[in-house]
């Protein structure tokens, strides 16, 4: 039932899809390892493993990769709430349990909030593009009319790549925001596309830690947020060299780190 003012409609409507995906990891001749559960929006599931393992620092290059098969229906009952990524070499279990990977579909991977686990697997950021306000300011715009979900639900994050003019590469759209920048990952990295130096990434919502890190993994030199980061996300795109613009909305934005990249 709708309500408007004082109208009540009885009418069908369209609710964004949430379940669960268990995501393992196993090498030649090895039993899959569980990596992580989240909660995410059903499709690209494929990408959204792919691009967690790198983003992740799981994985480093598409020569690690194999394939990807969907959950055993002979042993699960879910088996489309289980995707195992194949490796080409074997995979260390013992990364998994050091990290404790807990997901949720607001906040991403919890419980290893480390600048210095994050260096690890990635170098500071290079120059990469300088690119003019006026792209920058227009990116959420841009973001939003992509949104095809969204306008039927209403209930949807997302993830978007574009070039320095403004020109959209890619979007996903999940009930987590780093969801969808890792199935906007995933499908680059099985693209060969990665990494991102040439390019800006645009999500919506607020910039947290995990945001920052998965940008900094795919190399992406900017990142750019509707809503505002924390101080944490601030600290590890300072560290990462990554020019962090929030509050980028009605004309106009905070940059935080590295400004010399946005052209007055």
């Known amino acids: 039932m709708a309500v408007r003012g004082e109208t009540l409609e009885v009418r069908p409507d369209r609710i964004v899809g949430e379940a669960p995906l268990e995501i393992r990891a196993a090498g030649p001749d090895e039993e899959p390892v569980a990596v992580a559960v989240t909660m995410r929006t059903p499709g690209h599931e494929a990408e959204l493993a792919v691009g967690f393992l790198r983003t992740e620092g799981l994985i480093d290059g598409l020569e690690d990769v194999a394939g990807t098969e969907g959950g055993d229906p002979v042993t699960l009952n879910q088996p489309d709430d289980t995707i195992v990524v194949r490796l080409s070499r074997p995979f260390d279990a013992s990364a998994v349990a050091e990290r404790h990977f807990v997901a949720t579909a607001s906040c991403g991977i919890c419980g290893k ?62 009930v987590g925001r780093h969801n969808a920048l890792d199935k906007v990952v995933g499908r680059a990295f099985l693209d060969g596309l990665l990494p991102f130096s040439g390019s800006v990434l645009c999500v919506s919502g607020r910039l947290s830690f995990e945001l920052v890190q998965k940008a900094a993994v795919a190399g992406c030199p900017l990142l750019v947020a509707v809503g505002a980061p924390s101080s944490l996300a601030v600290e590890l795109a300072a560290d990462r060299g990554i020019t962090l613009c929030g509050f980028v909305r009605g004309g106009s934005l905070n940059v935080y780190t590295e400004a010399w990249r946005i052209l007055r």
Do not use: K, N, Y
């Open 113 to 174: 909030a480390s600048i210095d686990e994050v260096a690890i697997h990635c170098e500071t950021l290079p120059d990469g593009p300088v690119v003019p306000r006026t792209v920058i300011l227009a990116l959420p715009d841009l973001l939003r009319a992509a949104q095809r979900a969204f306008d039927q639900t209403g209930g949807l994050h997302a993830a978007a790549l574009f070039t320095p003019r403004g020109e959209l590469i890619d979007i996903r759209e999940d």
